[in-house]
């Protein structure tokens, strides 16, 4: 289950990636003086961005999460496997 997760993650992730590519090429590509594209394109990347980090501060912590549930379960079977073996 892990695993679909961490695909679903990385297409979305590929996906944005390719969307913001194509975003700033078609942006370049506008009719509008330099001054004006830098601008937009400043604009644009700090609207997507903002959402951008939350989103992945998000996934973070749900990693973190995971992590020491991880860390708990194994040393929780660490503990029965050495209370087996002391008898």
Same mark, same amino acid.
């Given at each position: 289950?892990?695993?679909?997760?961490?695909?679903?993650?990385?297409?979305?992730?590929?996906?944005?990636?390719?969307?913001?590519?194509?975003?700033?090429?078609?942006?370049?590509?506008?009719?509008?003086?330099?001054?004006?594209?830098?601008?937009?394109?400043?604009?644009?990347?700090?609207?997507?961005?903002?959402?951008?980090?939350?989103?992945?501060? &998000?996934?973070?912590? !749900?990693? +973190?999460? %995971? *992590? /020491?549930? =991880? @860390? &708990?379960?194994?040393? !929780?079977? +660490?503990? %029965? *496997? /050495?209370? =087996? @073996?002391?008898?």
């Amino acid at each position: 289950m892990e695993d679909t997760q961490n695909e679903g993650s990385n297409r979305l992730a590929w996906f944005l990636t390719g969307a913001v590519i194509g975003v700033t090429i078609a942006i370049l590509y506008t009719p509008s003086s330099g001054r004006d594209t830098r601008q937009l394109i400043t604009d644009k990347s700090r609207d997507a961005l903002g959402d951008t980090g939350k989103n992945l501060i &998000e996934a973070g912590r !749900e990693m +973190f999460d %995971r *992590g /020491r549930q =991880l @860390v &708990e379960d194994a040393a !929780e079977l +660490f503990e %029965r *496997g /050495r209370k =087996l @073996v002391q008898g």
